[in-house]
């Protein structure tokens, strides 16, 4: 679903800042704080980009970047370094780095760059969603319908995104609870819950628009896509 960002940063406040403000963006994040356990995970897991901090216990930040470009050079890279000069850019852009933002750094700058990063980065990895005249960006979670832009909240988005995804396919309350609540214990009440989001979703995406995109199949579940009259 979200995107998989890697966070290798031996700071607490810093990593735990950086969960916090990537999580509100949509992310999914995993913080390493140390050399070796970064290491271990970008190369154990997939991930879109790596956040790298150089200066790190266990192993230092450029060696895990030049170790991992000899074998993976699809995964996006940022440095964060408080090293400010130009040999230390030039070194770290060398060693394979995509970008390198210099600490301390604005909030607003690190996700602008996140996001152009991957815009003009990696080509298989899936930026926008539409069906019809509905569109979502997954970069910025911006979500529009025929010119219109739609404000949902953080829940709201998640389940229109995961409904995208499976676009003209039928999902069940099952894999809605399990996919976006990460609920499996299928509690009848949270089903109570799914119906109240995706009606308050239906009147958003739908509301005034002539082709309805979001229907109900009863009995089973829910259905994102154009459906044939009766």
């Given at each position: 679903?979200?995107?998989?960002?890697?966070?290798i940063?031996?700071?607490?406040?810093?990593?735990?800042?950086?969960?916090?403000?990537?999580?509100?963006?949509?992310?999914?994040?995993?913080?390493?704080r140390?050399?070796?356990?970064?290491?271990?995970?970008?190369?154990?897991?997939?991930?879109?980009?790596?956040?790298?901090?150089?200066?790190?216990?266990?192993?230092?930040?450029?060696?895990?970047?030049?170790?991992?470009?000899?074998?993976?050079?699809?995964?996006?890279v940022?440095?964060?370094?408080?090293?400010?000069?130009?040999?230390?850019?030039?070194?770290?852009?060398?060693?394979?780095?995509?970008?390198?933002?210099?600490?301390?750094?604005?909030?607003?700058?690190?996700?602008?760059?996140?996001?152009?990063?991957?815009?003009?980065?990696?080509?298989?990895?899936?930026?926008?969603?539409?069906?019809?005249?509905?569109?979502?960006d997954?970069?910025?979670?911006?979500?529009?319908?025929?010119?219109?832009?739609?404000?949902?909240t953080?829940?709201?988005?998640?389940?229109?995104?995961?409904?995208?995804?499976?676009?003209?396919?039928?999902?069940?309350?099952?894999?809605?609870?399990?996919?976006?609540?990460?609920?499996?214990?299928?509690?009848?009440?949270?089903?109570?819950?799914i119906?109240?989001?995706?009606?308050?979703?239906?009147?958003?995406?739908?509301?005034?628009?002539?082709?309805?995109?979001?229907?109900?199949?009863?009995?089973?579940?829910?259905?994102?896509?154009?459906?044939?009259?009766?």
């Amino acid at each position: 679903m979200a995107l998989r960002v890697l966070v290798i940063e031996d700071d607490e406040k810093i990593g735990n800042g950086l969960i916090e403000v990537l999580g509100r963006e949509g992310y999914a994040v995993t913080l390493s704080r140390t050399g070796e356990d970064g290491f271990f995970r970008w190369s154990t897991e997939k991930f879109d980009l790596v956040l790298l901090d150089l200066g790190l216990p266990g192993r230092d930040g450029l060696e895990i970047l030049k170790a991992r470009r000899q074998i993976n050079k699809e995964c996006l890279v940022m440095i964060l370094s408080s090293h400010d000069s130009v040999p230390d850019r030039v070194r770290g852009l060398a060693a394979g780095a995509d970008d390198y933002l210099v600490k301390p750094f604005a909030i607003a700058e690190l996700i602008a760059r996140i996001q152009a990063l991957l815009r003009r980065g990696r080509t298989d990895v899936l930026l926008k969603i539409s069906v019809q005249d509905l569109h979502i960006d997954l970069i910025t979670r911006r979500v529009e319908r025929a010119g219109r832009r739609i404000d949902l909240t953080a829940r709201e988005y998640d389940l229109l995104e995961f409904l995208m995804r499976h676009a003209r396919e039928t999902v069940s309350r099952e894999m809605i609870a399990r996919e976006i609540w990460k609920d499996v214990g299928r509690a009848t009440p949270l089903d109570n819950v799914i119906d109240v989001h995706i009606a308050r979703l239906r009147r958003k995406i739908d509301g005034p628009n002539q082709m309805r995109l979001l229907h109900t199949i009863r009995g089973i579940g829910f259905y994102l896509g154009e459906l044939e009259p009766d």
